[in-house]
């Protein structure tokens, strides 16, 4: 194990890729990343009407085939994606898919849509290896990067005051769990300050009658996955399928975010262009099967930096509990009882910690803020990423919303390149 920068008056302990935890260690580290990862991978299929578990297996899969395609090297889970939640409810519910009493005809044809998505993912990832990732990075300079992860953080942050405000009592309880093991705990208690802060919350939820056992008592010990094919239409697949050109700049971001915080160049080393790929892919096939969109994950940047914990195979062990989860209703249960607050709580140091390592990223780089470009770069991507603006396009009959932090990103790219230095 090595030493981290300090954050008190001991140095934080990182795990690093090269480092060794005995097995046992990694299962427990491995399940602490499920736990967190396991409310947004849920949340997205609860909205739209895909099936929980079959996201939490796909999710899982889609997790071991990235680490496969990226060489294991970059320390990522990936979750549901929720910027295809409005075009997959726009299929479902459009008169041409559903079918009167059974919606989820048109989810399938919403699942098409995402399957050609992830295809977008694997083409692009074609692209970025043939003409280099070079020209891709060049486009992404501390400037654009360090405002861009630190909306990536910003951005999430009502969600998790909206979490914590269903029952502010556990949600402080929670949080203070966190951050007094972060700063005084000891060996390995250290590296698990999420799992102390669920376990802990939890507790007193349970003791305070705010847990409602009935998902437990209701589930099935062993149950596999209810899959649903997917099924193809030009209209949707229009509808759905471009999407992927905002959330491949997000892929970028987080990718961008990750390394950061583990201060490593995945960019160079395994390659932009897998970890497009492995994206693409389990995109592909979550969606043939009946899951939602696979995406890199803002909170397991917020998890990396808050456990200092960076060793890919935590994030595989963390894969297998999702699929494990994904046949065993009764584990999930368990899970969905823990109360949105307690892991509100948690989010609140989670997605801060994303916004501060964006800042660091400045910092770090020695960003020049006594130039006006670098301030109105900076203020633009801030403005537009967490201002809510979005910009309708339409070309012929197909149309879609270029928002959040997509647009932030491409406007801040396009600033960069035209405002001479």
Known sequence: MKKGRETHD????????EDTLPMNKIVILGIQHAFTMFGATVLVPIITGLNPAVALFMAGVGTLIFHLITKGKVPVFLGSSFAFIAPIL???????FAVEGSPEVGLAYAQGGLVVAGIIYIMVAALVYAFGYQRIVSYFPPVVTGPIIMVIGLKLAPVAIDMASE????AIVSFLIVAIVSVFGKGFLKLLPVMCGLIGGYL??????????APVVNAKIIGIPEFVMAKFDFQAIMIIAPIAIATMVE?????????????????ESPGLHRTILGDGIATSLSAMF????????????????LTGVHKSLVMRAAAVFAIILGIVPKLGGIIATIPTAVVGGISIILFGMIAAIGGRTLVENKVDFGKSRNLIITAVILVLGLGGAVLPIA???????MEGMALAAIVGIVLNKLLPD
Not at 204 to 213: M, Q
Not at 251 to 267: N, Q, R, S
Request: hydrophobic letters at 45%; zero cysteines; charged letters at 15%.
């Open 395 to 401: 070309i012929g009959n197909f149309a879609f919303d």
């Open 204 to 213: 007193v939820a349970v003791i305070t009658g705010n847990v409602e056992f």
């Open 167 to 170: 029952h502010w009592t556990l």
């Open 290 to 305: 009946g899951g939602p969109a696979n995406t890199t994950y803002s909170e397991n940047t917020g998890v990396l930096a």
């Open 251 to 267: 892929h970028i971001g987080d990718v961008l975010a990750i390394g950061a915080t583990v201060e490593k160049d995945f960019m």
């Open 10 to 17: 001991e140095p934080m302990t990182i795990i690093r890729e």
């Open 90 to 96: 726009a299929v479902a519910t459009h008169h041409n």
